[in-house]
């Protein structure tokens, strides 16, 4: 869960590691590192904390550079401190490695090299690879040697390599971590993810598991372990190199949020070339699916809970949600006609990989919900939906969730014109009132001074509480995720039927209640829970599409099935202002990391 950005070129690149692996801390800013590869020599630069630390040092750096590996760390194995942050050398300073994942098999290696003389000087399972690839360095050529250590270890990886005695020449091997080259002009980019390197070129060669390649800028080649030449396509990316810029905002959480109308826009055209074939599948196949899988993580999670009361009540096809994490573990009794569903931003979450992976050794065709093209889960899927939300760059996921809602919604309709629940004139008008979500968003920004304003009142607070019915219920739970993760405050989630039974007990004078209040035939229970819990104390502020509610924070009515949507960013303004008036760090709260490729 680390970011990875490496050059090799004719280009100086010091400042353009620096560069991309700002982009790139959303993976992990315990500690940051690079080694720049000059006059004969590497030199190793590390900083605890951020990139911007990093950045003094290698500023004070004199002469240029061509060929660079860096790093930014979110620490799994060793504390954040600079002996365990990246890159990682070997016993005589020839060999410098950066690595994204985990090596399982790091104890048993490290157990054998040290009975041969090797001394470590971290806690990490990283630095193996570097005193591994000096040892088969004996008897191989860097190339060799590289590929023989590939061999050796086992887990997820990402890795980069540098050797003093070959200037100029980066290898690298990805196994279950992303890695992707960035090819420009004059060199070659590897990266974690394609920001790093958007600014310099849009031409990105997605590595898949099992590659290595060996980069001497301009030029690469990609084969396997046993050097077997392997062809991977050049794709053009097309997101705008703008999009991951802060573009005046004072944070990307915030200005990511203001994108939604505009992903939502992009999300919806795309999504209207795919209903002519059913979304990759025909109207035949869509009659033979008898159920639905739904599995993802986090905020996906919540958008795959979303979703499900949408395809059951529009498509009436049974869903099951869960978290990949659980559902990767649990001994599952496939039902071999039901279609598994992941959704993924950045289509590289490790639990999210291992579910497919359970479901297609079932024999179940994977469809996914994805942000990012060439990412490992739209790999291993039979049919990828994308949403085009261009670059997510904050660990808070905003607009990725809305567009997640945006393809599951228009697949649920678009199924359910295809069972033959819906009629041509029905499906239409739906469909109409999902392509009037853009502008139904923007009424909603609008409001943000607003809700800023009831924010501050609040933010003080310790405890919060959301609750809401049916499909708004997902988004309590994913209003309270937004503000546990960049506020660190604690907040719970709650179908609003359930709170009698228990969770009503922690509401005292004051305590912060977020209702979602929609309308419809469960309105009149959703005011009657807001009246319980007022009894009790609770400064109540209610979220509606209804406008006879009055001291409301009103979002727009158009169909019920767009009111998660709209009242989710109601949600994201009040978890950002709070986090600000808190002064948290929005972008980078603690402890996470945007993409998380470990399990
Ligand atoms: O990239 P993914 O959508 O697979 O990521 C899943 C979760 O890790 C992610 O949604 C996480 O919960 C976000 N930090 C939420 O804001």
């Known amino acids: ?126 630095e193996v690879v570097a005193h591994l690839i000096e040892e088969n360095l004996k008897t191989l050529d860097f190339t060799h040697a590289f590929c023989q250590t590939i061999k050796q270890i086992r887990g997820a990886y990402a890795i980069c390599a540098l050797y003093v005695k070959e200037p100029g020449k980066i290898m690298v091997a990805k196994n279950q971590s992303p890695m992707v080259l960035g090819v420009a002009k004059e060199g070659v980019f590897l990266a974690s993810d394609v920001p790093a390197f958007l600014e310099h070129t849009n031409k990105a060669v997605f590595l898949e598991d099992g590659d290595i390649a060996q980069i001497e800028g301009p030029f690469y080649k990609i084969f396997d372990a046993e050097l077997k030449e392997q062809t991977r396509k050049v794709n053009e990316v097309n997101w705008d190199f703008t999009t991951a810029q802060k573009g005046g905002y004072a944070h990307f959480m915030l200005k990511e949020i203001h994108e939604q109308p505009q992903s939502a826009q992009d999300t919806l055209l795309t999504l209207k070339a795919g209903l002519k074939d059913s979304f990759g599948l025909t109207k035949e196949e869509a009659k033979k699916i008898k159920g639905i899988y739904l599995v993802a993580c986090g905020t996906a999670y919540h958008a795959a809970l979303c979703a499900k009361y949408m395809l059951e009540d529009y498509a009436q096809i049974p869903v099951e949600v869960e978290t990949a994490s659980e559902f990767k573990y649990r001994k599952i009794a496939f039902c071999k006609d039901w279609l598994f569903i992941a959704v993924s931003q950045s289509g590289e979450t490790a639990d999210t990989i291992a579910a497919i992976k359970n479901a297609k050794a079932a024999g179940l065709k994977v469809m996914s919900v994805c942000n990012v093209l060439g990412s490992t889960i739209t790999r291993l899927s039979d049919i990828t939906l994308y949403t085009h939300c261009g670059p997510e760059i904050s660990v808070a996921s905003t607009k990725a969730f809305t567009s997640q809602l945006v393809v599951l919604y228009s697949f649920a309709l678009n199924l359910s014109f295809a069972l033959g629940h819906l009629e041509k004139a029905s499906f239409d008008k739906f469909y109409t009132s999902l392509e009037k979500l853009p502008k139904l968003m923007k009424q909603v920004l609008v409001q943000e001074e607003k809700i800023k304003q009831i924010a501050k009142k609040i933010y003080a607070k310790n405890d919060f509480i959301f609750l809401g019915r049916n499909s708004a219920y997902p988004i309590a739970l994913e209003g309270a995720l937004k503000l546990k993760e960049i506020s660190y405050l604690h907040a719970e989630g709650f179908a609003a039927g359930e709170i009698k039974h228990g969770p009503i007990a922690v509401i005292e004078e004051g305590t912060p209640v977020l209702a979602l209040v929609a309308k419809g035939p469960l309105e009149e229970k959703m005011l009657s829970n807001c009246q319980e819990v007022k009894a009790r104390g609770a400064a109540l502020i209610t979220i509606s599409d209804d406008m006879a509610l009055t001291d409301a924070v009103q979002v727009p009515f158009e169909q019920e099935f767009l009111f998660p949507i709209l009242s989710a960013i109601v949600l994201q303004f009040f978890a950002y202002y709070i986090a600000v008036f808190r002064g948290r760090d929005v972008d980078r709260p603690r402890n996470l990391a945007k993409s998380v490729t470990v399990e």
Request: a positive charge.
């Open 1 to 126: 869960m680390c970011g990875i950005v490496a050059y090799s070129g004719k280009q100086d690149c010091a400042k353009l590691i620096i560069e991309g692996l700002k982009k790139l801390e959303y993976r992990g800013y315990d500690s940051a590192g690079i080694s720049l590869q000059k006059d004969n020599k590497i030199i190793t630069l590390k900083a605890l904390g951020r990139v911007d630390n990093l950045e003094i040092l290698v500023n004070k750096e004199k002469g240029q550079c061509f060929c660079a590996i860096g790093h930014t760390r979110w620490a799994t194995h060793g504390k954040p401190c600079v002996e365990n942050s990246h890159p990682h050398n070997d016993c005589h300073n020839q060999i410098s490695i950066v690595h994204n994942g985990i090596i399982e098999n790091y104890a048993s290696l490290k157990a054998e090299l040290e009975a041969k003389g090797h001394i470590f000087k971290s806690q990490t399972d990283t």
